[in-house]
């Protein structure tokens, strides 16, 4: 990232960064109570933290955010060496050399942790700056984070082994690899492992789930040799492609140039490489089924494990195989019952209809009522006039036994759609009756 796009972040995150009054008074050094630049501090460490995220880092260089981030025309924050220094002291953002070499035995490792807590009394906030590289800790979460993600996106176990090239292209960079495994380590999510194959062979076991990454095994060396030997084949695979286009390109310049000697030397080159890629694709294929094989094999060995788990539960608690189907049955019932209420309360679907469409429902509607109900009302009178309609009505509705006392009669009668004229001679006629 170049300090032109982070200078153009930050003008879009900050409204008033070019506003003279405020930017001198940001970028004073920190003095008095700590209640008096707590707020100043926060602007800041948010404002580092934002611009790490929004480009994808998390390893910032000290010398580069205080002299290409925050300058304004020369002029740079005072205060920048304070708000790294409290950062560390904090635990968000840490050296890389405080980090435990992930490469290294666990007594290793222990030693490093002494020497780095003995190195942290000596830090001051110049000291700070002349760092190389400092990480964001929430970053370097965030990024393990997202590795595991990855990982797990493309493996089916609850662990997997890449090759140490895999997984530091996957984190950005050796310094990210680095810091990242190292964060694993301290978890207990990813371990270090290499092994000699004529040539060493390094990889990392990472766990894709909660649970702590397993002791190393025999096959997790077969498998790591197994992958790099995968990794190694197609990078062969794509030297060959590039090669085969580059002669097939060469030929037809050749041939358009009428130096037919030449173009068929590189048609020769072709055909080498053609069977050099069959040859080396066979092998890749070979080395995936393998891999395939393990891969299922793993994978039946965690279902007979769970299986032996689940039967020994039963023995120990005196439970019968009926009783564990009774179980299971009740449990289909209750999953089918969710089902049915998650889509009886499902929302119908809109009918995407034309204004036409519906202009036309409504009018058979209207033909529906003006014929076929007043038809059941009168069913000799035939067209009966309004008169007929009314006399109709009067009759159904003397027919009707009405209390006195009956609740909601009146908005019932009031509700009816009837036309005035109608409800007018229908009250009369109930007073009287």
Known sequence: M??????????????DWDDELIATARFKAFSGQKSDWEP?????????????????????????VKNEWFNRGGLTPLCIDHVLFIMYNEGEITRISDMVGPYNGRITQLFYKVKSLMNRSTMSPESILLEDCLILTTLLKEKADEVIKCLSESHWNSHCVVTRNKFESMCGGQKEGYAVLSYLSGCRKGQYLSTNKKELIEGIKVSLSSAVVSGVSSLDFDTLHLIWTQEKLQQQLDVIDRRWEMSRQSALASLKSGNKKLALRHAKEMKLGTENREKCNSLLNRVEEVLSVIANVESTKQVTGAIQIGARVIKENKISIEEVQLCLEELDESIDSQKQVEKALEPAPSLDMEDEDIEEEFRKLELEIGSGNLKDLNPEAGVSDSEGTDQSLADALLNLKLADDAPGSGSAIQNSGLPAKNKESNSTMLEAA
């Open 2 to 15: 170049d300090s032109k796009s982070v200078k153009e972040f930050i003008r879009k995150e900050v409204p």
């Open 40 to 64: 100043k501090f926060q602007f800041w460490k948010n404002l580092i933290v934002k611009i790490a995220r929004h480009f994808g880092v998390f390893i910032i260089s000290p010398p580069q």
